[in-house]
């Protein structure tokens, strides 16, 4: 039985990595009455990963990739460009240390095989292994976030430094922090143009459609296939990749929280704006309070890029007023931590979504008779997303990867009530998240 698709990703051209970026040559869109044997919907990370697998291990299959958009406008390419090899957050209980090592584990994976990608395809994207600062901006929350993280840290047996305010001021050019944990493993990178050359280096047997967004679905019956406004897919498997808008094919809406994120970049800095900051000419910071902390980046091109704003968009929509608020508000918060480069201003502004679970765990498995789908990257897309489409790949062919066990070691995506106690709940949620943390602005 088919599903019309509802709300579709729109691109309003205001991502800013992309706008560093020569215009980007789509490929040819869907058109007619086409027969494959699998369709991946979403060329995010994910999808890209999921067809990868199955020309690895089905290198005679014919596998068509399809994308609402252009590569790289959507999620995918609007992200703030962190491949991240370790847990964000921190816990005691040894249950909870065995699922930190489990996602270690995948996540050196998913980066070694961007790694390997990027190199052997000369991918230029910015890719520096460059490490991160999670950082707190006052001492409570160092003194109580930081301090497990570090104890996490000990027991994973993970490299690290505990870094003072005065040493970021050194580093950064901020005294803004209190202190910061900087783990080495991290890779910095343009995420547009990672995804794009991702994509496009892609086996020749994927055949990669842009500028088609699927507008209804046969997910539930025995052979799959999209409808897209110039034409049809049909399949003998379809994997779904679409991340939060997996919603709108009637997947997973019990299973996951679609969030909103606002992100900014400046213009590049000028000789005596570098000259005030530290002593690093490329970093980035993640928030120890994910609610209200901001990520920041400086980036090769010498931009400062920021990203604040944590909210609720069951909608998947936002409007004028909202945006000119959250573009208003990541400006405040430039000029705040770096007053010594006078009156910065924004070049670019966008916003983004991404999904989460209520238990942190990815929506995953089996949808349909022949149709599979990976959502819920929980906030580390370009990492988690390439674990999780090529595990879903290898899921959908019936094989067993060695680290599966390791990649649901939290299980799958636990159960949301429905709207609109699930609207109460999350902003009960996200209310006293707010209010907890609001000294990390």
Request: proline share 5%; aromatic share 8%; charged share 20%.
């Amino acid at each position: 039985m088919s599903v019309r698709v509802g709300r579709l990703p729109i691109d309003d051209q205001s991502n800013g990595w992309s706008a560093l970026l020569p215009p980007r040559r789509a490929n040819a869109e869907v058109r007619g009455e086409l027969d494959f044997d699998w369709v991946v919907v979403g060329a995010g990370y994910a999808g890209v990963a999921a067809a990868r697998q199955l020309a690895r291990l089905r290198p005679n299959a014919t596998i068509a990739l399809v994308e609402a958009g252009l590569v790289g406008e959507n999620a995918s390419g609007r992200n703030s460009g962190f491949a991240i090899d370790l847990p964000h957050a921190a816990g005691t209980s040894e249950e909870w240390t065995e699922q930190g090592r489990s996602a270690i584990r995948v996540g050196r994976f998913a980066l070694n095989e961007l790694d390997c990608l990027v190199k052997e395809h000369s991918i230029d994207c910015g890719w520096e292994k460059r490490g991160r600062y999670h950082v707190a901006v006052t001492e409570n929350v160092a003194k109580r976030s930081l301090a497990a993280y570090e104890a996490s840290l000990k027991v994973w047996q993970e490299p690290y430094r505990w870094v003072d305010r005065s040493e970021l001021r050194e580093a950064l050019g901020t005294a803004y922090y209190a202190a910061a944990i900087h783990t080495p493993g991290t890779y910095l990178v343009n995420p547009a143009s990672l995804i794009r050359g991702l994509a496009d280096s892609l086996p020749r047997q994927v055949k990669l459609f842009e500028n088609s967004p699927v507008i209804e679905a046969d997910i539930r019956g025995q052979t799959p296939s999209v409808r897209t406004p110039h034409g049809r897919i049909r399949a003998n498997a379809l994997i779904l990749t679409v991340n939060a808008f997996s919603q709108s094919f009637g997947v997973y809406r019990t299973r996951q929280i679609p969030i909103l994120l606002f992100a900014s970049l400046t213009p590049a800095l000028s000789d005596e704006q570098l000259g005030q900051l530290g002593r690093e000419s490329t970093w980035g910071l993640t928030p120890a309070h994910s609610v209200v902390g901001s990520t920041l980046r400086l980036t090769r091109e010498r931009r400062l890029m920021i990203r604040q704003g944590f909210e609720y968009s069951p909608s998947l929509g936002t409007t004028d007023a909202r945006r000119a608020k959250a573009r208003e508000i990541n400006l405040a918060l430039l000029r705040r931590r770096f007053p010594q480069l006078g009156p910065i201003e924004l070049e670019h502004f966008w916003a983004g979504w991404l999904a989460v679970s209520h238990n942190h765990a990815p929506a995953f498995g089996r949808v349909g008779p022949n149709s599979f789908a990976a959502s819920c990257c929980n906030g580390s897309g370009i990492v988690r997303h390439t674990a999780a489409g090529t595990f879903i790949a290898d899921l959908a062919l019936g094989r067993d990867h060695s680290l599966m066990t390791d990649f649901l070691s939290q299980g799958t995506a636990n159960y949301i009530p429905p709207r609109p106690l699930r609207d109460i709940g999350v902003g009960m949620a996200l209310s006293y998240g707010v209010w907890t943390g609001r000294g990390e602005r």
